[in-house]
């Protein structure tokens, strides 16, 4: 039960101390693949040094200046020169340039002196009070840090050196000036190595970053390296020192949520606009609370993927906590962090944040593992794009995104580019993992005589498996059947001769020798398109409100697409299908009003139409059984409740929760009996379903004895309670006849002697219809 | 069941009260109107004319010979029932906001709002000493310092009066049962809107609650989503059985007839509903 905020403080505070130790996997080139000789920890002090030194050079004594006592300013003045500092070791210098002459002015101004007593002995260290500043402190540096050791240059005599040294000026005059060479000689041949000295720092690491592995020849091929390093692996101790072993953490069975004996599901809900969050058990009569905390999360919660983990969202960073109690089992520390994203098989977490980004240290995008807790690799965001920007391949074992005019994928658990380089595919505009194997989707538009295409690409092959020509293409969106089955292709086409945009889906068969493909033509606006999740069928919202159709195929095995049913009149935008499939819902969210239609695709019966007024979304459970309609507090502020429904549509609980945002099913793992035993409990069903209806029974006489046996109490103390009532009113039957005149009142006829008979006359009017004209 | 709509008012209606027998239903609204109908067919009876400002309160006494009525005008007037003749003036320094009659007939109780500098006062007049009235003296006047009297009404014998304040601790999202006696909270009634009105039932253990979204917001929101419904609930369960919609706009006042066969509801929108009961809710019960 640990805050997690309150646990996240120490770990953000080492971290800024020791930026070397905790993330040894940072690479400076986001898109250039981990190749090449050198070890990470080199590449960091590339990355820093050069930018320490500027800073030192050009202003001189700046971190004293920014001392407290020295500057006369009380306590403002360490967090703005914390600021100015560490704003300054990023590299922006301006706003440093700001900061000081502020602090300096303020400094100047009438102020009561706070100067400190002669006899005053500092006992704070300056360590202690702005270790963070210090930290960026200037360092001495005498210059070698311009200078370069570049390996396997050819060994010449001094009749070819002369050419040997224009080669190489040639090559390294690219990346900065060189001031100095060096070419070591021995019996007048040179040793093969030679030193080159740049103008400045950064030349010298752009030269280790760009002509490193370059190939002179056959037999030379450039190993550049700073001659700084060599001094930091001269120090590394030859010994090893074996590492401590980490303590065995049990977390105890984190599936134990699988062996509940009725099989219900969990499910998440965050309510009083996001203050509380609760797990509950799903409960056909009530949802049992297991667990539920006051500001568990800052923003929202995610389930993992196999429902393993629920992810928690802070300032600081993400917690994963799980297992019977819901402990904290991981966090990671990413300021800022908004979005994130686990790869399928749970084992690594992607993170987004806005704030953390620098130039030389990318972290806007980080890709966590799961089990350790260690970053493994940080990316760069430069293109404001759909998330994930990162997408996973069915198995997690590669990931790829998409740039401009690029493809880049990457492999795990190394988190280098997949055979270390990217694909340059000009135009991209959207790709795709298969769910069923590692086979990529991507679509390029068209552009002047090259028509578009859609390619399906084999990883990690790269070798393409079928290639689709389009035209007069506006837009294409990628929709895979959850098994990999099936690509459905939607491909918005404006044809030569007609007017509007005309929609193809172009189904691909992707079990079927050469990825067969046919295609439907629609002529009316597509709303929304959706594959069954296990099976062949796909549903089409489509037509323009008030008039919208809904429409089911099916690909048949030989290819035939079969329009199976149609109903028009629908009231919906969106389509769920069951997770199981066969069963879907059509929701009209949000400006529909929430209608809700409740279908079987298998002999095409609508099983129930209803209405959650308002209903901003739906979710099914797991296992099909269930869904839930909810109006979320985040799209609309009155009535925030959540429904429980059966597949059937038979509204089973109304939870009105106060300011309730979101209910999210907590996911399961894949089921492990095979397809026969699948096929054999299919076939057994009615077998188990006497045992389930039993079950159901049981459980239904019971909670409506207890309902009962609850009313009967509750009626049994009223009735106590009017009787004492009634015994009291009739003891005051005396005071009352005395104040109302001895006229008996207490009944509405007792006085009844006293009544006079009056008569009423009402007006009645009169109109005659003639019943023929009404028609 | 058809309920009977009541087009008397122009405004929306504050409250609407039966008289003992059930025959006649008063109605008053914000306009200066005060109705009376008959609750057999809602033809309406007549008016009582005089009232300058909106009418927040009236009440008939036990033989119908009197009604009362508070008004924003700063006035309580004192009606014959069968004539409509104003039979007495009482000018207060504020708005009248709730009024009523002993059990016995005789004494009046009204309030007044704490308005315009006034304080909020309880005054008692006996209509057996018209000399009180003529000099518009009451016998009695209870200041009321902090927070203003809303609602109130005579203990069962006349012996108290039970007032509800403005800061009182009356959820508003719940209509609760006391007992008139001891004051002990008995039940609640949970809805999901404001509640406004509630009554019982004179011979079911049944309780109808209105009310609905607030009026100030009603602009915002459709008649759907405002629950503009009565609800009726069992007074012991505290389970809801029934809703009737109808009106759209929240319901400010809700009364049984006296013989339990119908209730009537005044709402916001300017309409008063007679509702008849179907058959089906007199066979109704709860398991149990």
Redesign the interface.
């Known amino acids: 039960m640990q805050d997690a905020e309150n646990v996240a403080v120490p770990e953000a505070a080492e971290e800024r101390a020791e930026p070397g130790q905790q993330q040894p996997a940072a690479e400076p080139p986001p898109d250039e693949g981990c190749c090449g000789p050198r070890g990470p920890a080199l590449r960091r002090r590339q990355g820093q040094r050069p930018l320490v030194r500027r800073w030192r050079s050009r202003r001189p004594g700046r971190s004293r200046r920014a001392r407290p006592r020295e500057s006369g300013l009380g306590t403002s003045a360490p967090t703005a020169g914390a600021q100015a500092a560490s704003e300054d070791a990023g590299g922006n210098e301006g706003s440093a340039a700001e900061a000081e002459p502020r602090a300096l002015e303020n400094g100047d101004a009438d102020e009561p002196s706070f100067s400190d007593p002669e006899d005053f002995v500092d006992d704070v260290s300056e360590e202690e009070l702005l270790g963070d500043v210090l930290k960026d402190r200037p360092q001495e540096a005498d210059g070698i840090d311009s200078v370069i050791v570049v390996d396997n240059v050819p060994q010449v005599g001094p009749d070819r050196l002369e050419k040997l040294k224009n080669v190489i000026h040639k090559i390294f005059s690219k990346f900065g000036k060189i001031t100095n060479d060096f070419y070591p000689e021995e019996d007048g041949k040179t040793k093969g190595y030679i030193f080159l000295e740049y103008a400045s720092p950064a030349h010298a690491v752009d030269a280790v970053k760009n002509a490193d592995g370059y190939k002179l020849d056959k037999q030379h091929t450039f190993r550049v390296n700073l001659f700084t390093d060599f001094d930091k692996y001269m120090t590394i101790s030859d010994e090893w020192d074996i590492p401590e072993k980490q303590p065995f953490k049990d977390l105890g069975n984190l599936r134990y949520w699988l062996e509940e004996a009725e099989c219900r599901d969990q499910y998440s809900v965050i309510f009083e606009s996001g203050d509380r969050t609760s797990i509950f058990w799903n409960d056909v009569k009530d949802p049992v609370s297991i667990e539920e905390r006051a500001r568990w999360t800052e923003t929202y919660v995610r389930w993992s993927p196999k429902g393993t983990y629920l992810a928690t969202f802070h300032q600081r960073g993400i917690a994963l906590w799980g297992g019977e109690k819901f402990k904290q089992i991981q966090r990671f520390s990413h300021q800022g962090v908004q979005l994130i994203d686990f790869s399928p098989c749970e084992r690594y977490l992607v993170t987004f944040s806005p704030l953390m980004d620098t130039q030389d240290d990318p972290q806007a995008i980080i890709i966590w593992d799961i089990l350790t807790g260690h970053k493994k690799r940080g990316f760069h965001c430069e293109s404001s794009a759909h998330w994930p920007i990162f997408k996973w391949s069915h198995d997690g074992k590669f990931f790829a995104r998409m740039t401009l005019d690029t493809l880049s994928i990457y492999e795990t658990p190394s988190m280098g580019l997949l055979d270390k380089k990217s694909l340059k595919i000009s135009g991209i505009k959207d790709f795709s993992w298969s769910p069923g194997g590692n086979i990529i989707a991507f679509w390029v538009p068209e552009d002047k005589d090259i028509p578009a295409r859609v390619t399906l690409m084999q990883l990690p092959t790269r070798q393409e498996i079928r290639v689709r020509n389009l035209f007069n293409v506006v837009d294409c969106k990628l929709h895979w059947q959850k098994n990999g089955d099936y690509l459905c292709v939607k491909v918005d086409r404006t044809p030569k001769g007609t007017q509007g945009v005309v929609t193809n889906f172009e189904i691909f068969r992707m079990r079927e020798k050469q990825v067969p493909v046919d295609v439907v033509e629609m002529k009316e606006t597509i709303i929304a398109f959706a594959w069954e999740p296990n099976g062949s069928k796909f549903a089409v919202l489509h037509g323009e409100a008030p008039r919208i159709s809904v429409s089911f195929y099916h690909v048949k095995n030989n290819g035939k697409i079969e329009l199976i049913k149609m109903f028009d009149k629908q009231q919906a935008n969106t389509i769920f299908w069951s997770p199981q499939g066969q069963f879907v819902v059509l929701a009209g969210l949000r400006s529909m009003n929430g209608a809700l239609a409740f279908v079987d695709t298998s002999d095409c019966t609508v099983m129930n139409i209803a209405e959650h007024y308002m209903a901003s979304d739906v979710e099914w459970d797991p296992t099909g059984r269930y869904v839930v309609t909810s109006v979320s507090w985040w799209s609309h502020k009155v009535d925030n409740a959540y429904w429980l429904w059966t597949f059937q549509g038979r509204l089973l609980q109304k939870n009105n929760k106060d300011r309730f945002c979101q209910l999210l099913w907590r996911p399961r793992p894949p089921t492990l009996l095979s397809q026969e035993q699948i096929k054999q409990i299919k076939k057994d069903l009615k077998k188990y379903s006497k045992i389930f209806e039993q079950k159901d029974r049981l459980s239904q006489s019971k909670a409506s004895k207890e309902l009962v046996e609850r009313r009967r109490t509750m009626m049994e103390d009223f009735r106590k309670y009017r009787k004492m009532a009634q015994e009291l009113y009739m003891e005051q039957k005396n005071e009352r006849l005395e104040l109302r005149g001895g006229v008996d009142t207490d009944e509405l006829d007792s006085n009844v002697d006293d009544w006079e008979e009056e008569t009423i006359e009402f007006f009645v009017t009169e109109e005659i219809i003639p019943l023929g004209n009404q028609e | 069941m058809k309920p009977i709509l009541l087009q008397g008012h122009e405004r929306s209606i504050t409250q609407i009260k039966y008289n003992?027998?059930?025959d006649l239903l008063f109605t008053v609204a914000k306009d200066p109107i005060v109705n009376v109908w008959?609750s057999v067919?809602g033809?309406r009876l007549g008016t009582y004319m005089g009232h300058t400002g909106a009418v927040w309160c009236v009440d008939a006494d036990?033989?119908t010979k009197h009604v009362l009525t508070g008004s924003a005008d700063n006035s309580c007037r004192l009606w014959d029932c069968e004539t409509g003749k104003q039979l007495a003036l009482l000018k207060t320094n504020s708005a009248v906001r709730t009024c009523g009659f002993?059990?016995?007939?005789n004494i009046i109780m009204f309030s007044t709002d704490k308005q315009m500098g006034y304080q909020c006062f309880v005054s008692f007049f006996d209509l057996r000493d018209p000399s009180q009235i003529d000099n518009n003296e009451p016998y009695m006047k209870i200041p009321c310092n902090d927070s203003k009297i809303t609602s109130a009404v005579w203990g069962?014998?006349?012996e108290c009066i039970i007032a509800g304040h403005e800061s009182g601790e009356l959820n508003q999202y719940s209509a609760k049962l006391f007992?008139s006696?001891t004051l002990e909270h008995?039940k609640t009634f949970r809805t999901?809107r404001p509640v406004n009105s509630a009554a019982l039932s004179p011979n079911y253990?049944h309780v109808v609650l209105g009310g609905g979204?607030e009026a100030m917001d009603v602009t915002t929101?459709s008649t759907?989503?405002g629950k503009f419904e009565a609800r009726f609930f069992h007074?012991?369960?505290?389970e809801e059985f029934g809703r009737v919609k109808g009106h759209f706009g929240p319901i400010n006042s809700v009364a049984f007839h006296?013989?339990g066969k119908s209730y009537s509801s005044g709402g916001e929108d300017g309409y008063v509903r007679i509702h008849y009961f179907d058959p089906q809710y007199f066979e109704f019960e709860?398991?149990?």
Do not use: K, M, S, V
């Not at chain 2, 007074?235 to 505290?238: G, P, S």
């Open positions: 003992r027998e059930g008959y067919n033809e036990w033989d002993d059990f016995g007939g069962p014998l006349g007992d006696t008995q999901e253990d979204q929101t759907r989503i007074l012991a369960f505290e006296p013989d709860f398991e149990a």
